[in-house]
């Protein structure tokens, strides 16, 4: 148990009193995110306002040997900004300053605080953006993005968050503040520090600013709704997608079943009369209008597509987005879904879910599967639903033993058991289906040479 | 000295007799890079054929402490792969096999020693290519792209080497064969060992596979060589040129001094009759022929450019290219050019050149600046040619001398000391002009974590 009292006065002249907290609301909103099953116990919330304040407090937890956990817009799905056991969590939540837009170099420089979204709206008076957008931006923050190199629904077209980050600033476990790469496109002057603090969950230090990499944006762009036989037409119509008169932006994916939950929850309208097994969502940015209507009309000759709708205007391409972006919610609203978050080399896609169908069959018959994701980047978000007549207990029993299997068939296919949502603690019992021996002993390695003490986000993607 | 007899039978049952090269033209030629300024002497040359073969090889020199210089196509700049101690040369020659291109996740996978244009010629059938491109891409070698994360001059468009590696086999300095990342566009599994081996010249372990990353060959390419009046015209054009109607796929400058050299070396013409002192090479890919027209006839009417010429097919652009791409050549073969490779944050690429005028004024008033490079990235060639007067030992110590002076601005401006070429042998002297002390412990801590005996290129980028 740490000693509260204690800990206030290890802070003291590191931060005002005001910039603490132990309020319960606070100690329950800021230990844990949006996986919501694990119990938030850390002993205080610290509040920094600068790269200083951050660093004042981490020199103080390291010489006594306190725990942090770096707190982002708590927006994350793999637990990886809980806080259960007594830590300091360390909030960015008072560092959102945005400083000016260069149009020129296509740069902002803002903390780590700010919110996705703000960023998106302080950078488009100027016809730019920074190209990470996924569900939770009005919550999420770049810091946590970075931490977690978010992905999302525009990474085809984009990348990920690594690819949008110029400069850092961390703040390392004991203290050191690290100014990384400032605002420079090119610098090959040895290891890039960057991208080792990108991705690893704020295990090795905390970002506290980031200069981030803007780009134009894009012109209107129009979504395609289309409906297909079976998971080899997605694939179909994803490789003519990849020869079609227009930049890709998106190319998502999802089944009637979700279809139907999400029907069921929203009250809304099928997208067109045929009924389909597989629907596929594409966003485009067409060179010419005529050539994508001419595009889509051979879809249909060729018996690529069943059905479907193409958005005339913003209002539309809006609602079509709505029925794949409200699926995730659908799911919650009207079961309870067991989620894995997983990718495949595209070119072992329809394998590897052919497999996963047997298995499931053969195994969990009275399951639901809800499959739906980012299938261009071979992202699938594979979602079991609980039957109605079985126990809760029973069901997360079972689905612990089914990750086993489904990650062995991941492995099999060369795939990865996190594509976007990280590891935190919800998947770091299976990270040896991913990363191999060899892999963990370097990662390990790395940490305790830049975290001899295990005080960053301890416990976190593995133990030490 | 390496006992080169011993050293053979250490290797004996890694390797066939004929993979390993003691004839003194091997060890001239495999011994260095396109540095030229320091003797090789390694002590054998190895030539793996698959990435086993070099995983034996290095547990062999790991447990008999022997060290290994990685080597690709020898076309460094920075002394990376020099060997020059009774190393083992560990060259990847023998490596060059490329499998299928995959048309629809946009992958091609290759042995570590393929050539970048055997790359590019291998995709190009598809309609597809992997966007690293420089001058010296007839010899460099995919794995030594990677491991100096090589620019270019299509980074403005394309961004550097790292954006378009998905997956790597690296082998580690005690012989473990790492498979990272396979061909996932998504993998948030904790750290990004991929990460940590770009980049690093080799300094970690060797990059024996790849699996890259491919995009669709660009529609034909509009080239504008303009004249303006001064550095202050080329960043106003550059930012004319972020909102102009067309994809900016390169934006190079050069000044008088270098196309003079030029027309000496080759014997071209001028490419406009208007005398300038700064140029800029712009190559776009236009939406629309006729916008661009109307945009390029505005910077005239404005008095942005003075004068210019527009390629009309691609004979002509390849013409206009060569008077860009044949200014390092042209600088070596009218006189003797010291080089630096630096980077600047676009705002202060204009104070800070005036500062460099200025001090090269005051302390070097009879050496001539030769300024060309990326610019648009930052990224600036900074030559000076040795005054004829002036004997190459007294210039030789001289440069270095201005070279501190000259990073002591770059430092002040938040700018790298090597942009592109890397650090190797030849920048080390110098890091910390751009890397802090902070930064410098971390990464010695993680060179002594992956290669605890420091044998992968010992003293390349800082010594231990």
């Not at 909103?29 to 306002?49: C, E, H, M, N, S």
């Amino acid at each position: 148990m740490t000693d509260v009292a204690a800990l206030r006065a290890l802070l003291a002249d590191a931060l005002p009193a005001d910039c603490l907290s132990d309020d319960p609301d606070d100690l329950a909103t800021y230990g844990r995110d949006w996986t919501k099953v694990y119990a938030p116990a850390p002993a205080l919330i610290a509040f920094p306002r600068s790269t200083a304040e951050v660093a004042a407090v981490l020199a103080r937890c390291d010489a006594s040997g306190i725990a942090v956990v770096p707190s982002g817009g708590r927006t994350g799905l793999a637990g990886g900004a809980v806080a259960r056991d007594g830590e300091l969590v360390l909030s960015l939540a008072r560092m959102r300053a945005m400083g000016p837009v260069d149009p020129v170099a296509l740069t902002v420089h803002v903390e780590a605080g700010a919110v996705t979204e703000a960023v998106h709206q302080h950078c488009a008076p100027h016809g730019l953006t920074w190209p990470v957008d996924f569900a939770s931006k009005g919550s999420s923050q770049v810091g946590g993005n970075i931490a977690t190199n978010a992905g999302g629904v525009k990474v085809i077209r984009y990348g990920l968050t690594r690819q949008w980050v110029l400069g850092l600033v961390v703040v390392t476990a004991r203290g050191d503040i690290l100014r990384l790469n400032g605002a420079l496109e090119k610098n090959n002057t040895g290891l890039d520090l960057r991208q080792v603090f990108i991705g690893t969950e704020g295990t090795l230090g905390v970002i506290t600013e980031a200069t981030l990499k803007l780009t134009r944006l894009p012109a209107p762009q129009t979504v395609l709704l289309l409906g297909v036989s079976d998971l080899q037409a997605v694939l179909a119509l994803f490789e003519a997608a990849r020869g079609g008169p227009f930049t890709l932006s998106a190319f998502e994916f999802f089944t009637d079943r979700c279809l139907a939950r999400l029907q069921r929850h929203r009250k809304v309208r099928a997208p067109f009369d045929t009924p389909c097994t597989h629907y596929v969502l594409m966003e485009v940015e067409p060179r010419d209008p005529d050539a994508l209507a001419a595009w889509a009309a051979r879809l249909f000759e060729e018996g690529l597509a069943l059905d479907g709708t193409m958005s005339q205007d913003g209002s539309q391409a809006a609602a079509l987005w709505s029925l794949r972006e409200g699926i995730s919610e659908s799911l919650s609203a009207t079961g309870l879904p067991h989620k894995n978050d997983i990718a495949l080399p595209l070119a072992a896609l329809h394998a590897f879910c052919a497999e996963l169908d047997a298995l499931l069959a053969a195994r969990y018959p009275d399951w639901e599967l809800c499959l739906f994701g980012h299938i261009g980047d071979g992202n699938l978000h594979v979602n079991v639903m609980k039957p109605d007549d079985l126990p809760k207990e029973e069901f997360l029993a079972k689905t612990h033993e089914a990750d086993h299997a489904i990650f062995t068939l991941v492995k099999k296919y060369g795939g990865s058991i996190s594509a976007e949502h990280g590891i935190g603690l919800l998947k770091k019992d299976y990270l040896a289906y991913s990363r191999s021996p060899a892999e963990l002993a370097i990662m390990r390695s790395i940490k305790r040479a830049l975290d001899p003490k295990n005080l960053m986000n301890p416990g976190k993607i593995f133990d030490l």
